[in-house]
C-alpha cells in the first residue's frame, strides 16, 4: 500500500477520546442548583430532559471521555477538518506573526455543530428515545440536529426563533430537507409560547423563549427529549475534538500556538479549540494566551454578571452559575444570530473568573470587515459569528507588527456563510448598525437575576 492510500486510510488521525477540562480545574465548577429548592440538583432531576449517558458526562472528572464507535464512524465523513496556514492573510496584514485556523466549514451542515449533534443523537437513540426537540436562533444548531437525526432515525422538533424564521428561509428549508419539523418560536403549542403570544402577538421570538418551550415539550412527553447545542458541559466536552486534531496538526507544522482565539455566543467552538491546550497548561505544559470574541450587543463575558441564573426565559431550566445579561435580555437583532444568546457556559464562565481566559467585545461592521479580508485572502467566506474570531486573530497579529514580533495565533473558522448571504448583501449595502448597550439597558436587564444564597 502507498503512503498515500496509508495515510488516506488512518482512522487514528481522528481522536478516540474527547477531553475533560473538568479533570484539570485548580477548582471545581459552582454546583447547578434546582430552581425550586435552590440545593444542588441530582442525576435524577435531568432524567427527563437528557439520557443518561449525557448526564454524567455532564459532571464526570475523568480527564477522558471515550468517543463511540458509531460517532466516529459518522465524524470520519468530515474530520479530520483542516487546519490551515493563512499565509496569504499574513502577506496582506503584513504581519510578523504566523497565522493559522483551524476550519470547521467542511461539515455537512457547515459549521462544528454535528459534533455534538451526533453524539448527542446517537445517546438518546440507545436510550429508546423517539423524538428530541430542541431551539435554534439562525439555524445552525437546528440543521445539525437534523442531520444527526436522519441518521439515527429518530424525529426532531425544532422551535426557531420567529425573526429567523422569517428571514433565514434557507436554513429553514435545510432542516425540513433532513426531514425535521420546524416551528416559529414563540408559539401556540407550549404553555410558555401561549403566555408570551398573550402578551405581545407580535413578538420577535428569542432564545431563551425558544428553549422555555422545546424543554416543555420534552418535560411534558416521555418519548422525547431536548438537546442544546452550546453552554452545557457535555456539549464543550463533545466539541475537544477540534482542538485535540488541532493539537495533533500543529505539532506537524512543527509549531505551538501562543494565542488562540475563538467567537463566543454560548461558548462551545471556543472551548472546543480551547481546552485541550488550556489543559495541558494547566498540567504544566506550555502556557498559552487564550482570548474569547463576542459580540458588543450581547456582551456576556465582557460586561454580564457571573452569577447564578436561569438557561430560558420561562424559568423551566436549573439554575447555572455564568456570566450573564439576565434571562429575560432580548438581544438586538444583529447578524451573528447564533452569538444572541444571554448566558455564556459555565466552563468558560469559570474559566475567565479563574484569569485562564481573556475577553473581548466587537461591533458587527469591523467583524465583517474582517471576514471580508480572509475571504479575499484565503477564499473562506466566513459565518458571521466566526468573522468575530477573524476579528480577533488580525488584531492579535497587527499587534505583533506594531510590537516588532513573531507570534504564533490559531483561530476557530467555526462555520461557513453560505447560508448567510443577506447579510454580506446589507453588509456592502452599509445596512449594518452596530448596535450599543448602555449601562441603564444593561443594569435593567440584571435586575432580574434569581436571588441565590450559594
Ligand atoms: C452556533 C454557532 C456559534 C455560537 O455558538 P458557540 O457555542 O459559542 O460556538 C458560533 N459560530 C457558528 C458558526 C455557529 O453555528
Same mark, same amino acid.
Given at each position: 500500500m502507498s503512503d498515500t492510500i496509508k495515510y488516506l486510510l488512518d482512522e487514528s488521525r481522528i481522536p478516540k477520546a474527547w477531553y475533560n477540562i473538568q479533570a484539570d480545574l485548580p477548582q471545581p465548577l459552582p454546583p447547578v442548583l434546582h430552581p425550586g429548592t435552590g440545593k444542588p440538583i441530582g442525576p435524577d432531576d435531568l432524567a427527563p430532559l437528557f439520557p443518561m449517558a449525557l448526564i454524567q458526562q455532564e459532571v464526570t472528572t475523568e480527564r477522558e471521555v471515550e468517543i463511540p464507535e458509531p460517532v466516529r464512524e459518522i465524524y470520519?465523513?468530515? &474530520?479530520p477538518t483542516p487546519l490551515f496556514r493563512a499565509r496569504r492573510l499574513e502577506k496582506a496584514l503584513d504581519t510578523p506573526a504566523k497565522i493559522y485556523y483551524k476550519y470547521e466549514g467542511v461539515s455537512p451542515a457547515g459549521s462544528h455543530k454535528p459534533n455534538t449533534a451526533i453524539p448527542q443523537a446517537f445517546y438518546n437513540k440507545e436510550a429508546g428515545i423517539k423524538r428530541i426537540s430542541t431551539e435554534t436562533g439562525a439555524g445552525q444548531w437546528g440543521s445539525s440536529l437534523a442531520l444527526a437525526g436522519a441518521f439515527f432515525g429518530l424525529e426532531i422538533k425544532v422551535f426557531m426563533v420567529r425573526v429567523s424564521y422569517n428571514q433565514k428561509p434557507y436554513r429553514r428549508a435545510l432542516m425540513e430537507s433532513y426531514g425535521a419539523t420546524c416551528t416559529p418560536s414563540p408559539?401556540?403549542?407550549t404553555e410558555s409560547g401561549r403566555a408570551i403570544l398573550a402578551k405581545d402577538p407580535n413578538h420577535p421570538g428569542s432564545l431563551g423563549i425558544a428553549i422555555s418551550e422545546a424543554v416543555e415539550v420534552a418535560a411534558k412527553n416521555a418519548d422525547t427529549n431536548y438537546a442544546l447545542g452550546s453552554v452545557l458541559n457535555h456539549v464543550l466536552l463533545h466539541q475537544t475534538v477540534v482542538g485535540l486534531e488541532a493539537m495533533a496538526q500543529m505539532e506537524m507544522a512543527g509549531d505551538y500556538p501562543d494565542v488562540i482565539v475563538g467567537c463566543t455566543g454560548g461558548g462551545s467552538n471556543f472551548a472546543g479549540l480551547t481546552f485541550p491546550f488550556l489543559g495541558e497548561q494547566l498540567r504544566g505544559g506550555k502556557k498559552v494566551r487564550v482570548v474569547a470574541v463576542e459580540p458588543a450587543a450581547c456582551p456576556s463575558l465582557t460586561r454580564g454578571k457571573y452569577a447564578y441564573d436561569f438557561g430560558d426565559t420561562a424559568h423551566l431550566t436549573p439554575l447555572v452559575k455564568m456570566h450573564t445579561l439576565g434571562s429575560a435580555f432580548t438581544p438586538? +437583532?444583529? /447578524?451573528? +444570530?447564533?452569538? &444572541?444568546?444571554h448566558g455564556m457556559a459555565p466552563l468558560v464562565s469559570h474559566l475567565k473568573e479563574l484569569g485562564l481566559i481573556e475577553a473581548v467585545a466587537y461591533h458587527q461592521k469591523t467583524c465583517f470587515a474582517a471576514g471580508v479580508q480572509l475571504a479575499r485572502s484565503e477564499g473562506i467566506l466566513a459565518a458571521p459569528e466566526a468573522n468575530h474570531a477573524i476579528r480577533g486573530a488580525i488584531d492579535e497579529a497587527l499587534k505583533c507588527k506594531e510590537e516588532g514580533v513573531s507570534r504564533t495565533i490559531l483561530f476557530n473558522?467555526? +462555520? /461557513?456563510g453560505h447560508f448567510d448571504m443577506q447579510a454580506y448583501i446589507d453588509y456592502f449595502a452599509d445596512k449594518l448598525v452596530d448596535q450599543h448597550y448602555d449601562e441603564q439597558e444593561l443594569a435593567m436587564a440584571l435586575a432580574g437575576l434569581p436571588s441565590v444564597s450559594a
Open positions: 470520519k465523513q468530515w &474530520r408559539s401556540d403549542e438586538p +437583532g444583529f /447578524h451573528a +444570530g447564533g452569538l &444572541r444568546y473558522l467555526c +462555520g /461557513h
